[in-house]
């Protein structure tokens, strides 16, 4: 029964590129003034994963592709409108915002990435873009650099913001979970498809907050044995 419940969403290559983004945007992100050469490198990890990504994107399984979480501005309008309501329709994999959020994130550290090799390649002559920008002059340096430190605040706030809607799909089962541990027949029985159903959105989202969720309900379930 637990094989027929359980629906895998994420490929093993989407969740290391999920958390490696992750480690290399923070180094990248708290290395900038003192450590040059990590910031750099971690810079050029973070470009190669979204390469990666992006060919992904169209190659790779079902739910990875930008085909099935890319929705047109009127559907993620509705969307929104219907999460206020509590009203809006579960999605496997990425719903219409947090695809549009996917969206705006690969954009913004493609850019970030970008500008920080040319602020590189200007300041330093050094770095894969060197040999076309070592001439130019600190105007164009000083507005790449701008780029550059602007940007990353962006990939933050959108982060931060997938939070609430992550742990509130992680924990939708949480307002029917205490009902199986009064049930003396069959209370074993409720408790673990709800753990099963909490992991399967914790699959879906890949996201810290559902895992703790989900970590949360398994210890609430050992406790209902």
Not at 138 to 167: I, N, R, Y
Request: with cysteine; glycine share 6%.
């Amino acid at each position: 029964m637990a094989a027929e419940n359980r629906v895998k969403v994420w490929d093993p290559l989407v969740r290391v590129f999920h958390w490696a983004l992750v480690a290399a945007f923070g180094i990248a992100y708290f290395s900038e003034d003192d450590f040059l050469l990590l910031h750099s490198w971690a810079g050029y990890i973070v470009f190669a994963l979204l390469l990666v990504r992006l060919v992904w994107g169209f190659l790779g399984t079902r739910y990875a592709r930008f085909s099935n979480f890319i929705y047109s501005p009127r559907e993620i309008r509705q969307f929104l409108k219907q999460t206020l309501r509590l009203r809006a329709k579960r999605y496997i994999g990425h719903n219409p915002a947090g695809g549009a959020m996917i969206v705006l994130l690969i954009i913004s550290l493609l850019i970030t990435t970008i500008t920080g090799m040319a602020v590189y390649g200007i300041s330093d002559n050094a770095g894969p873009l060197a040999t076309w920008l070592s001439n130019s002059g600190h105007a164009t340096e000083e507005a790449f650099e701008e780029v550059h430190e602007f940007l990353p605040t962006s990939p933050c706030c959108w982060s931060l913001s997938m939070w609430p809607g992550s742990l509130w799909k992680a924990c939708s089962t949480v307002k029917t979970w205490f009902a199986p541990c009064s049930t003396v027949t069959n209370g074993r029985q409720r408790a673990s498809l709800l753990v099963r159903n909490s992991y399967e959105q914790a699959y879906c989202y890949n996201h810290p907050v559902a895992w703790l969720a989900t970590t949360g309900l398994t210890a609430a379930r050992r406790t209902c044995r």
